[in-house]
């Protein structure tokens, strides 16, 4: 008898992998910002201040998403809102270091990658493995 009997459902292994390599890219991504701070403020010469304020405005985005992308999930599936998620975060962090106004780094960095970040997070993530467990081995009984 396995000690998780309830990964022995047919896909679940599949869907737990999968939703930890999207959580792995996606928090990858959002924890590495700071080492990219320095040459953001060297080829863009915004400033500290303005790259702070980018990253904060990224960090009310990325929790305020979650349960916007969390009740998309419910509605339509989590596959289009992690592939809409992974499409934004993409197009944000390709155009971030082309931009060179203060706004123009707030919606790349601020609004679009967090955005991306959070559809793909644990609310979509925990939903989607979540529904690949029987019914009956969603939550463990209490002893």
């Not at 960090?59 to 998620?85: C, E, M, N, S, T």
């Not at 971030?96 to 991306?116: C, E, I, Q, R």
């Amino acid at each position: 008898m396995s000690l998780f009997p309830s990964m022995n459902h047919r896909g679940v292994w599949a869907t737990t992998l999968m939703a930890a390599a999207i959580l792995m890219i996606t928090m990858g991504a959002r924890q590495s910002m700071g080492l990219y701070v320095s040459p953001l403020n060297t080829s863009t010469g915004l400033g500290i201040v303005t790259i702070s304020l980018a990253m904060a405005v990224g960090q009310f985005v990325w929790g305020a998403i979650q349960p916007i992308a969390g009740a998309f999930a419910d509605k339509y599936g989590p596959r289009p809102v992690l592939l809409y998620g992974l499409l934004i975060l993409v197009i944000g962090s390709a155009l971030t270091p082309l931009v060179s106004s203060s706004l123009g780094l707030v919606v790349t960095l601020g609004v679009m990658t967090a955005m991306g970040a959070g559809a793909c997070s644990f609310s979509v993530l925990l939903g989607a493995a979540a529904g690949a467990c029987p019914p009956n081995r969603v939550a463990w009984p209490r002893a």
